[in-house]
């Protein structure tokens, strides 16, 4: 039997590793070679020329003129209020008023109803950007404005006369407020 000797193993060996590095070499060189760009000319920009002073004066500026002050007030941002009373037919548990609403303006309606009634409010307008508030007769809210609220529905805490509110969005909008007052109902014991 023949053996290969380990000299004629590494022989093969080198030879393929020299084979290898001359491919590569040969592949390297084969690689386009990036070129510089050419250097570009400036046009040549003669240098500015300065023209002497005319002779003739320059008018003086009008001296300035003080505007004295005025009394008129700055406008103020209040919006304009308009009012109703919601009242309901006799009957009747609801209530439904249609209006236009100018952009910040606040339409405020009265409702009288009492103690423990569920008082339901719907407000819908075409932009969705009318919103409610509802106010007690001491200010107090019990749905404040901030909150832009379109639907509310609370058990009322007193008897009195609250004061429903529709605050007008960013631009004029027409509106549909619909109220509800469900009418107490006490059973024999």
Request: net charge positive.
């Amino acid at each position: 039997m023949l053996t290969k000797h380990p000299i004629s193993r590494t022989k093969s060996w080198s030879i393929f590793i020299s084979l290898l590095v001359a491919g590569l070499l040969l592949a390297g060189c084969s690689l386009p070679i990036s070129t510089l760009p050419a250097p570009t000319l400036l046009p040549f920009i003669p240098s500015p020329t300065l023209i002497p002073p005319s002779p003739t004066p320059v008018p003086p500026l009008a001296a300035p003129t003080s505007i004295p002050p005025t009394a008129t007030p700055l406008p103020t941002l209040t919006p304009a209020t308009a009012s109703g009373n919601i009242v309901f037919a006799t009957g009747t548990t609801a209530g439904v008023v249609q209006g236009t609403v100018q952009p910040g303006q606040v339409v405020a309606y009265t409702l009288s109803a009492g103690q423990s009634q569920p008082l339901i409010l719907i407000l819908e307008s075409p932009h969705k950007d009318v919103t409610l508030g509802v106010l007690e007769p001491n200010g107090n809210k019990l749905l404040d404005p901030a909150k832009k609220w379109t639907r509310l529905q609370w058990l009322l805490p007193r008897t009195e006369v609250y004061t429903i509110q529709v605050i007008g969005g960013p631009m004029v909008e027409n509106y549909t407020l619909t109220v509800k007052v469900a009418q107490l109902v006490n059973f024999a014991s």
